[in-house]
């Protein structure tokens, strides 16, 4: 029989208390406009997270409806949503193109603090995708090229190949967008900010859609 994974312990009450001690207590968090809340918390989360602040969580549910969930990366967020980008013939996206709906959580772990969005998905404009498809370095837009992501790979040697076949084709010329790498975006229809407070007693504030605005509510944590 294996050994159990070491999990580590829950905090002591002592440790609470210091935790207590050490800091001012936070005001409560602000019921104005989650993007603003969401934009604060990212800048802080990129000044304090030592790798990929902009990290999240994306859920989406295949052909049996079971859950699928991975990290990608944000690129863009404002009053539209959160946007990312990826290889649409991916299990990704073809389970948002069979269902146009998901759930994003970042997790700053530096800051103790998470945000969950659930909505709706939709693609962003070519104009959107060439922009930032032109920022990419270019040994990633070969790659992008070259992966036939979520499928079978024989081995590494098979990709690298792949990739020096793309870099003959396109020579030292610009690297267009391939027809099937675009965007997404997930247009919330809610938001729930989580911040840590000590003995487990943490905040939660969540932001509905309701027409052009949002109503809030607190839940217990």
């Not at 967020?77 to 990312?84: E, I, Y």
């Not at 948002?96 to 969950?116: D, G, I, N, T, Y």
């Amino acid at each position: 029989m294996t050994d159990k994974t070491f999990i580590p312990p829950s905090p002591s009450e002592d440790e609470y208390v210091r935790q207590v001690t050490a800091a001012e207590p936070p005001p409560l968090l602000s019921e104005d406009d989650p993007f603003a809340l969401f934009s604060d918390w990212m800048k802080e989360a990129i000044e304090r997270e030592p790798n990929d602040a902009n990290a999240m969580s994306l859920a989406t549910v295949d052909e049996a409806g079971l859950p699928d969930v991975r990290m990608v990366l944000l690129k863009e967020a404002d009053a539209r949503g959160f946007v990312f980008y990826s290889n649409l013939e991916s299990a990704k996206g073809r389970q948002l193109a069979a269902s146009p709906k998901a759930a994003l959580l970042f997790h700053w772990k530096s800051l103790r603090r998470q945000v969950r969005v659930r909505g709706t998905v939709s693609p962003v404009s070519a104009a959107e995708a060439d922009a930032y498809w032109a920022t990419r370095a270019r040994p990633a837009q070969l790659g992008a090229w070259a992966s036939a992501q979520s499928r079978p790979l024989p081995d590494r040697l098979a990709f690298e190949k792949k990739i020096a076949e793309f870099g003959l084709r396109f020579g030292l010329g610009k690297v267009p967008r391939p027809p099937h790498w675009s965007g997404f975006r997930v247009a919330p229809e809610t938001l729930e900010f989580w911040r840590d407070r000590p003995f487990r007693l943490h905040e939660r504030l969540v932001f509905q859609r309701a027409g052009d605005g949002w109503t809030t509510r607190r839940l217990f944590p």
